[in-house]
Structures are given as structure tokens and as C-alpha cells.
């Protein structure tokens, strides 16, 4: 995702490999954007879970997450979480017009 002066957006997955889209607001921006390293696993506590109601979003998931004061992650060894994910859309969807138009492509 594009960097944006003063917030960082993340997308996580899980061992199943589910995403969900995280953002950390620019009160604690400089606390995160050098702990949190991309293809390691953590475990995160106490964080707000909001509706992805964002008008464009970064994945299909009902809700997103949004660090708060009180969020804590610790790093931990986790190897059944996947490098890598993927959602291909098939070519008849595509063509009869079956996918969400709101959803960022990168």
C-alpha cells in the first residue's frame, strides 16, 4: 500500500489465510513503523474493531481493525501463516460484471 504521511496501512493475514485491512493513526504512527516487519507474525491485543465502511477498501472483510492507545503485539514464531494469498478472480466474473468495483487493486 502507498504510504500516507503520518498513518501506516496494513493488510494481515491469518493462518487460514484471511485478510482483514489495520491502520494505525498518526498518534501512534512513529510508536509502530519501525516495530511491525513485513512477513513476520505477531500476536496484537486490545485494538478497535470498526465496520469497513471506508467508500474504497483494501479488502472484502466485514470489519477492519484500527490500533488504539492500549494495542500491544508482541513478535512471535507462527510458520503456518502463508506467504502469500491469492484470490483470482475467474474470467467469466470479470466479463459479466461479478466483482466489487469499491476494492483497491495492487
Not at 498513518?7 to 485478510?19: A, T, V
Not at 510508536?31 to 513476520?40: A, F
Request: charged letters at 25%; glycine letters at 4%; one cysteine or more.
Amino acid at each position: 500500500m502507498p504510504l500516507r504521511s503520518g498513518r501506516l496501512d496494513m493488510i494481515l493475514m491469518d493462518e487460514q489465510g484471511h485478510i482483514i485491512y489495520v491502520s494505525v493513526l498518526r498518534a501512534a504512527f512513529h510508536e509502530w513503523r519501525h516495530y511491525l516487519v513485513e512477513d513476520r507474525s505477531y500476536l496484537m491485543q486490545n485494538f478497535d474493531v470498526l465496520p469497513n465502511d471506508l467508500e474504497f477498501k483494501y479488502c472484502d472483510h466485514l470489519y477492519r481493525l484500527e490500533f488504539s492507545d492500549s494495542t500491544t503485539a508482541c513478535q512471535i514464531d507462527f510458520p503456518d501463516i502463508p506467504l502469500f494469498q491469492y484470490d483470482f478472480k475467474k474470467f467469466s466474473d470479470i466479463l459479466s460484471g461479478k466483482f466489487s468495483t469499491h476494492l483497491y487493486i495492487g
